[in-house]
C-alpha cells in the first residue's frame, strides 16, 4: 500500500522553523495560562470564564500541530461520513482540531447568575441602592455591591449549587447584618430589619431630678434607663453603631436643654444649658 505524501515534504521551512512556531505558541499558550489563573475572580463575576478559556486552547493547538507535524514530520488524516456527506480532514488540522476538542472537555459546567433583591421588612423606607451583599456557599465567600436598580447581581455560580442552602448578608447602613439562609435560585429577595442601637451617655449633674427630664431621637419620644450616677441607656435606636448619627435632644421641662447630632457606639456626654431656654419650646411640650 502507498504511503500517503507528507505535505510537510514540500514545505520550504526546516525542522527547527517549526520548532521555533511551536516553542513561540508554547510560551503563548503558558502566558495566557497564567493571565487565566490570575484573573479567575474577576471573569467569574463577569460570567466570561469559560469563553477565555477557549481562547487558552487555540495557541496549545497550534503549537502542538507545528511540533509534530512540523519539526518530527509526522502526518495524520481523518475522515468522517454522515448522511452522504464526507468530511476530510489531514496533517496539522487533525491535532489542532483533537487538542482544542480535548480541551473544551475540560471547561467547567455551565454556571448561573442570582439576583439578590434588598427591601426593608418596614413601611415608608426609601429603595436600597447602596450597600454590600454578601453570598456564602459551600466554601466560598462573594461580595457584590448593591446597583441603582436595587439589586446586587452575582455571575458565575456552579449550577451544581441550584437548590443547595446559601447565606446571604446585607452590609448597609442603618439596617440589621446578620446572614440569612435561602434556597439557592436565580432571583432572591432579601427582606431586612432596622438595626436597633443603643445610645449610652451621663448627665451627671441632674442624677437626682432624672424624672424631669426627656429624650427625643430624630423627632420621637424615647424612655431611658438610669442608674444612679446619672447614666443613661436609650433603646431601641435605629441605625448601625459606629456608623449612624442621630438628633439627640434633651428637655427639662418646659424647655429644650439640649440639641446636637450624636454619633451612636459613642458615649454621649451631655452639657445642658447649650441652647436658649425658648428655642423648640413646641418640642418639648410648651405651648
Given at each position: 500500500?502507498?504511503?500517503?505524501?507528507?505535505?510537510?515534504?514540500?514545505s520550504g521551512l526546516s525542522a527547527a522553523a517549526y520548532a521555533i512556531i511551536s516553542l513561540i505558541g508554547l510560551l503563548l499558550g503558558m502566558g495566557l495560562l497564567l493571565f487565566y489563573v490570575y484573573k479567575v475572580p474577576d471573569l467569574v463575576k463577569s460570567g466570561v470564564q469559560?469563553?477565555?478559556?477557549?481562547?487558552?486552547?487555540?495557541?496549545?493547538?497550534?503549537?502542538?500541530?507545528?511540533?509534530?507535524?512540523?519539526?518530527?514530520?509526522?502526518?495524520?488524516?481523518?475522515?468522517?461520513?454522515?448522511?452522504?456527506?464526507?468530511?476530510?480532514?489531514?496533517?496539522?488540522?487533525?491535532?489542532?482540531?483533537?487538542?482544542?476538542?480535548?480541551?473544551?472537555?475540560?471547561?467547567?459546567?455551565?454556571?448561573?447568575?442570582?439576583?439578590?433583591?434588598?427591601?426593608?421588612?418596614?413601611?415608608?423606607?426609601?429603595?436600597?441602592?447602596?450597600?454590600?451583599?454578601?453570598?456564602?456557599?459551600?466554601?466560598?465567600?462573594?461580595?457584590?455591591?448593591?446597583?441603582?436598580?436595587?439589586?446586587?447581581?452575582?455571575?458565575?455560580?456552579?449550577?451544581?449549587?441550584?437548590?443547595?442552602?446559601?447565606?446571604?448578608?446585607?452590609?448597609?447602613?442603618?439596617?440589621?447584618?446578620?446572614?440569612?439562609?435561602?434556597?439557592?435560585?436565580?432571583?432572591?429577595?432579601?427582606?431586612?430589619?432596622?438595626?436597633?442601637?443603643?445610645?449610652?451617655?451621663?448627665?451627671?449633674?441632674?442624677?437626682?431630678?432624672?424624672?424631669?427630664?426627656?429624650?427625643?431621637?430624630?423627632?420621637?419620644?424615647?424612655?431611658?434607663?438610669?442608674?444612679?450616677?446619672?447614666?443613661?441607656?436609650?433603646?431601641?435606636?435605629?441605625?448601625?453603631?459606629?456608623?449612624?448619627?442621630?438628633?439627640?435632644?434633651?428637655?427639662?421641662?418646659?424647655?429644650?436643654?439640649?440639641?446636637?447630632?450624636?454619633?451612636?457606639?459613642?458615649?454621649?456626654?451631655?452639657?445642658?444649658?447649650?441652647?436658649?431656654?425658648?428655642?423648640?419650646?413646641?418640642?418639648?411640650?410648651?405651648?
Amino acid at each position: 500500500m502507498p504511503t500517503p505524501p507528507n505535505p510537510q515534504s514540500q514545505s520550504g521551512l526546516s525542522a527547527a522553523a517549526y520548532a521555533i512556531i511551536s516553542l513561540i505558541g508554547l510560551l503563548l499558550g503558558m502566558g495566557l495560562l497564567l493571565f487565566y489563573v490570575y484573573k479567575v475572580p474577576d471573569l467569574v463575576k463577569s460570567g466570561v470564564q469559560n469563553q477565555v478559556f477557549y481562547v487558552l486552547l487555540i495557541p496549545w493547538g497550534l503549537s502542538s500541530a507545528a511540533f509534530l507535524f512540523g519539526a518530527m514530520r509526522g502526518y495524520a488524516r481523518f475522515t468522517h461520513k454522515h448522511l452522504g456527506t464526507t468530511l476530510e480532514l489531514g496533517g496539522p488540522v487533525v491535532l489542532f482540531c483533537l487538542v482544542v476538542y480535548a480541551g473544551s472537555r475540560l471547561v467547567p459546567p455551565e454556571s448561573l447568575s442570582l439576583t439578590v433583591r434588598p427591601s426593608c421588612k418596614e413601611t415608608n423606607c426609601l429603595p436600597i441602592t447602596s450597600g454590600v451583599i454578601s453570598l456564602r456557599y459551600s466554601d466560598v465567600t462573594r461580595d457584590e455591591n448593591i446597583g441603582p436598580h436595587t439589586e446586587a447581581i452575582f455571575k458565575g455560580i456552579p449550577t451544581k449549587f441550584l437548590g443547595a442552602t446559601i447565606s446571604l448578608r446585607a452590609q448597609i447602613d442603618g439596617y440589621d447584618d446578620k446572614f440569612h439562609e435561602f434556597k439557592l435560585s436565580d432571583v432572591l429577595d432579601l427582606p431586612l430589619e432596622k438595626a436597633k442601637s443603643h445610645l449610652r451617655g451621663v448627665i451627671g449633674s441632674v442624677s437626682a431630678n432624672a424624672k424631669g427630664i426627656r429624650f427625643f431621637i430624630d423627632g420621637r419620644a424615647v424612655t431611658p434607663e438610669w442608674d444612679p450616677n446619672g447614666n443613661f441607656d436609650l433603646f431601641p435606636v435605629e441605625g448601625t453603631e459606629g456608623k449612624s448619627t442621630v438628633r439627640l435632644r434633651v428637655c427639662m421641662t418646659p424647655d429644650l436643654e439640649y440639641d446636637d447630632f450624636v454619633m451612636l457606639g459613642r458615649p454621649a456626654d451631655i452639657s445642658l444649658n447649650q441652647v436658649a431656654p425658648s428655642l423648640y419650646a413646641k418640642i418639648c411640650g410648651s405651648p
